[in-house]
């Protein structure tokens, strides 16, 4: 039981909106990462994505398309985007600006994975550089 008397996940959904409301509202990542894990820890997430209209959702995925690609949250809004996409998949083609958000969800994910790609390219082609020195590295020393 909390300081408030209350048992810890008995929130109302529409507390758990508030907050997520307030936290947005903050526009600071990292209050609305501590807010989406503590509502994920305590079984509230569903409850304060859930049921929102376009106004309500807009500044979430808002935020999930400007931040997902922040390593520091990224792990956090991956699986927010998910519930998200999951909980209203049936209001796709309703508004226009849930699908604009959308859509720019949509393209800071595809530029990441391209990033993620161009990555790994540039790590395929320095592996065999640092090999070839790692291993030129004793034969060197043992020459001296």
Do not use: K, N
Not at 50 to 67: E, M, Q, S, V
């Amino acid at each position: 039981m909390g300081a408030t008397g209350r048992c810890r996940g008995t929130s109302t959904p529409r507390m758990s909106w508030d907050a997520l409301d307030a936290a947005l509202a903050t526009r600071q990542p990292g209050v609305v990462d501590a807010l989406l894990e503590e509502l994920a820890a305590r079984g509230g997430l569903h409850a304060a994505l859930a049921g929102r209209g376009a106004a309500g959702l807009l500044p979430l995925l808002r935020h999930l398309a400007r931040y997902i690609t922040d390593p520091r949250h990224a792990a956090t809004l991956a699986g927010v985007a998910a519930r998200v996409i999951d909980i209203y998949t049936p209001i796709v083609l309703t508004d226009a600006g849930v699908d604009a958000a959308l859509g720019l969800l949509r393209d800071a994910l595809a530029a990441e994975v391209a990033l993620q790609a161009d990555l790994m390219a540039i790590q395929g082609a320095i592996e065999p550089i640092l090999a070839a020195g790692l291993a030129a590295a004793p034969a060197a020393a043992a020459a001296r």
